[in-house]
């Protein structure tokens, strides 16, 4: 659309001055995070204590021996869980009976004389002495009115059910197996005095008291060579709400008001209370990604190394995982897979130090804080309101746009008042949807460009919305997103609102006559084609959204081998959306010309500019990597273009001499 008039040429001309304006503000707060993520290099392998007396086991050498095997391979932290009333019955410590079951046991005769049997009792026999006094003042501290029989075998009451069916009986039997009695202080220590940091995994428990929490965190504190924190549950321990947290995080603090450890945040795991925790403790958290036994199983072929090492190493380089922890093949047959398991480990080991991390390191160092000029970020947010204020212009609202731009700076400014952080993210929601729009209205146009000039304008258009991710980054790059404590919002409005929005500007608003044209296209009739692309486009926009955002559709192996082997052979692999639809459709649109007659190609050709900028919503992954993503996938978009133009040029031209035959 053509400006004639002069005040909208100047009104355009301060939103282009005021972007740059912020442009620069925005480059203050990238080069921030670029030094940032350039000194996040350290990551810790991680390696359970169970898994480490396994190996040791079945090759009858010490932990001592073990210990060096393991250090040598880079393996830095030991994980501890937290034993249960379960765990301790498994290995032969301690027996757990309901009512006058315990008279039928072969310690029967060894019971406290004073024991009054009940059948609505759950009695642990302590058959290890070694364990009794853990594991009385663990249940005391966490359940209410047990009692504690001191014997030959001592016995601790718990006090629970008849149990009127089996299922209630194996429900009521396993919420008391899960009660956490503790670690075994003496193998902590001594993976410590070997060199190792330590991570207790700590177990939950229902209607924790202040007292019972602060005798957990004491225990905790008094581990040495302590790395992280993990909670081992749906829930951090004690949470009810905002306010146990806080009891938590006070509990979580040394003398000197600074949290005694990182917490670990599980990936793929979310906790509750775990991100208002990490908060709480100043942002100490390392974020922690496994692939658990099960899982591991699924690696059992001739490329299962490969595919493991893939994982962990996406999972490091894009994700910005920290702390890996390592499972083993085939850990139930630690003799036959102890070599296989020793080479895994080495391959782990050399694939990240090739990448350039860090390895043997036993404490945790967070990331540098991003963004912490305030005056650069509010910068950032006037020229999203510029954008809006172009945004507009372009949709000929001239007399809105003005007052828009105001009401913007108005809303922004007084949100940033109240919650700097909602600000943040509110705004940066509007620059993803208002760039991609202002980049389609600038650049398409009714009349077909060559494929020189489409590709040129490809490149440009693209450049245009990528100042929506430059002003995103430069909005919500704080370290609380880094370490996803907290996150992007309205990731599947950013990708509707812009596939909506610019189709019906293009061929309804921008037209001479908008109410005419809608009409004109409400008025035509349904026949099938109409109905069955109606249908092919729902379809494709259902999968569009269910497949954006943080997680996806479970992948099939085509799509997976594919995926796998883009990222080998370029580096990064770029996003499916973008090389496969967006940029091909874009520059077919561009060769052929916006008009109505090919309006459905508008469709995906937007897809392509949405997830362009949406890809830096993913702020846990680095800036680099984003960067060599985009750029991949507008090279292969491009080449692909080109073969979709030349193909339909072909298509034309044999279209033409078909009907002339």
Known sequence: MQITKSQDKKLMIL?????????????????????????????????????????????????????????????????????????????????????????????????????SLKDTEVYVAVLDKAWEEQVWTNIEQKVKACQYYQGEVSVIAIPGMIASSAAELSTMTNEIGEIGLGWENADIEQMADLGFGIMPQVRTW????????????????????????????????????????????????????????????????????????????????????TISNSEMSKFETATGLDEAMDRWMLAARERNMRALL?????????????????????????????????????????????????IAVLIVGVGVAAGFML???????????????????????????????????????????????????????????????????????????????????GLISDTSFMLKLDSFVGVKIAHIIPIMAVPFALYIWNTEDPIQAARDILGKAVTYKWAILAGVLAICGYIYISRTGNTTAELSTAESTM??????????????????????????????????????????????????????????TPLLISLQRGFNGLALGLVLGIVLVIAVKFFFIWWRKYQHE
């Open 326 to 374: 390592v499972r083993f093949f085939n850990i139930d047959s630690p003799a036959v897979s102890f070599d296989k398991n020793m080479n895994y480990l080495e391959t782990l080991q050399t694939a990240l130090s090739d990448s350039g991390f860090t390895l043997g390191g036993t404490t945790y160092t967070k990331p540098q804080a991003v963004g912490t000029s305030q």
């Open 206 to 289: 229902d209607n924790a008291s202040d007292q019972s929490l602060r005798f957990v965190t004491d225990e905790i504190k008094n581990m040495p060579s302590l790395y992280a924190i993990l909670f081992n549950d749906k829930e951090i321990i004690g949470y009810k709400d905002t306010k146990s947290v806080r009891t938590v995080a006070d509990l979580l603090r040394d003398e000197n008001g600074e949290s005694i450890a990182p917490i670990a945040s599980i990936e793929f795991n979310d906790q509750a209370g775990l991100n208002t925790l990490g908060i709480l403790l100043n942002k100490n958290v390392v974020r922690l990604h």
């Open 15 to 115: 939103a282009v001055v005021i972007i740059a304006v912020a442009l620069l503000a925005a480059a203050v707060v990238w080069q921030e995070r670029l030094k940032s993520e350039a000194a996040y290099k350290d990551v810790q392998i991680v390696v359970n204590m169970d898994d480490i007396a396994t190996l040791a086991n079945s090759q009858n050498i010490s932990i001592e021996e073990m210990s060096d095997l393991l250090k040598e391979r880079g393996v830095s932290v030991v994980l501890f869980k937290e034993r249960s009333i379960a765990d301790l019955e498994r290995m032969g410590k301690l027996d757990v009976q309901v009512g006058k079951n315990i008279l039928s046991t072969a310690y029967a005769e060894q019971l406290p004389a004073e024991l």
């Open 563 to 620: 995926r796998t082997a883009l990222n080998d052979w370029l580096g990064v692999r770029p996003r499916s959306k973008e090389f496969l639809i967006g940029y091909p459709f874009l520059l077919l649109l561009l060769y052929l010309g916006a008009s109505k007659q090919n309006w459905v190609l508008t469709l995906p050709a937007v897809i392509g500019q949405v997830s362009l900028v949406n890809t830096y919503a993913h702020i846990h």
């Open 391 to 473: 945004m507009l212009l372009l949709l000929r609202f001239r007399k809105l746009a003005v007052l828009g731009f105001v009401l913007a700076l108005v809303c922004w400014g007084g949100v940033y008042w109240l919650n700097p952080i909602l600000a943040r993210k509110l705004m940066a929601l509007a620059s993803v949807i208002i760039f991609p729009i202002v980049a389609s209205l600038v650049m398409l146009k009714p009349q077909g460009f060559s494929l020189a000039v489409s590709i040129g304008r490809v490149v440009i258009m693209s450049l245009i919305s990528f100042i929506g991710a430059v002003f995103m980054v």
